[in-house]
């Protein structure tokens, strides 16, 4: 991951909205949740849901599938290690290591 990537990503997270959709998403595991279920457990309009989960989608945070009439949302786990590993490849170098 790059600079300008991570700062994407966290750009993204930044807003309460989007970061709670992602908690949710990273609890729910690898099947993640449909979006009903999501816009239940948040208790927020689809529209903003749809707003939000947008960014998280256009960042590689989250990805979505379709089955039959459901649309599901799951958190991108690679990304999450990408950005947390990229936050945390150079700790402590400059005291040789945490």
Known sequence: ???D????CMESLGNPT???IYR???RAGRNGLPVGELQKRLDIPGSTLSHHVH???EKALVAQSREGRVLRCTANFATMTDLVGFLTEECCSEQGGC
């Not at 990537?5 to 994407?8: F, L, T, V, W």
């Open 1 to 3: 991951m790059v600079n």
């Open 5 to 8: 990537d991570a700062a994407g």
């Open 18 to 20: 989007r970061l709670a």
């Open 24 to 26: 949710h998403l990273v």
């Open 55 to 57: 960014h998280l989608v």
